[in-house]
């Protein structure tokens, strides 16, 4: 592709690096750009996923032991330089808040394709439970195969650079984003867009979107979250390539049905 090269948008981190295969549509990895911090501790889902304390991608708190994040960020399981933090604001300061987990097990959907960034959606393990507090929680899931109509104003979460030049923002940041529809999308990306795809982008004139790092994270509506960031335009913000978000509500039943599959004994004997 040309302009329209495909980024992902996940950032660091030489087990991540794997993931920029030059056949990707895009680039792996996005941030938010034009966004504003948020209130600290509003967006209590919110984990920073990190290789050697340098965060690499966003996700987000679905059950106590669960994080959901983006299939093409390559998180290894078992892997002592990786952490998972939660109730975090400011990433570059001790905050007693945050709780830090490592991954027992990291399962990227079976039909993730590398190459399309098609079924673009992972489950983390976390070694233990999170302890849900006010700055904790989890966030609801959709109902299987909702669809967000056009127009939708949604919001989008993540630390995330805030520029295309790699700058990373000291808090973490939001931005409005208005969902386009598919059909559209799949005209402006040449039809890298497949039904597993919410395609989202501002409606104001600045740059506005998702860029490197913030891969993973949530865009959220009305307490749901809806989508994971994947991919975007090669420039952050860049309106001509809407920012391409997996849709959620299409792996209901693979979501739940791993979650099950990944109880320990002791868990199973519990129910
Ligand atoms: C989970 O892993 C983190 C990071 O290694 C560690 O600090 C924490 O004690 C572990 N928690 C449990 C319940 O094993
Ligand atoms: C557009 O930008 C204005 C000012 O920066 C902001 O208040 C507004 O929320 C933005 N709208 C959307 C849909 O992003």
Redesign the pocket.
Known sequence: MDAASLFILSLGGSVLLLALAPAAPGTQGSWIIGGKAVTPHSRPYIASIQVDGEHVCGGFLVWPKWVMTAAHCLIPRRNPSVRVVLGAHKLEEPEASQQVFSIEESIAHPCYNPQSVDNDIRLLKLNGSATLNEYVKRIRLPLPHVDLKPGT?CRVIGWGDTSNYGEHPTQLME????IIKRNLCRTLWKGHVSTNMLCAA???A?L?GVCTGDSGGPLVFKAKVYGIVSFSGERCGDRRYPDIYTKISNYISWVLHTVRGHRSCKEQCKH
Do not use: H, L, P
Not at 175 to 178: I, L, S, Y
């Open positions: 104003v931005t409005k984003t208005t501002s409606r104001n600045t506005q």
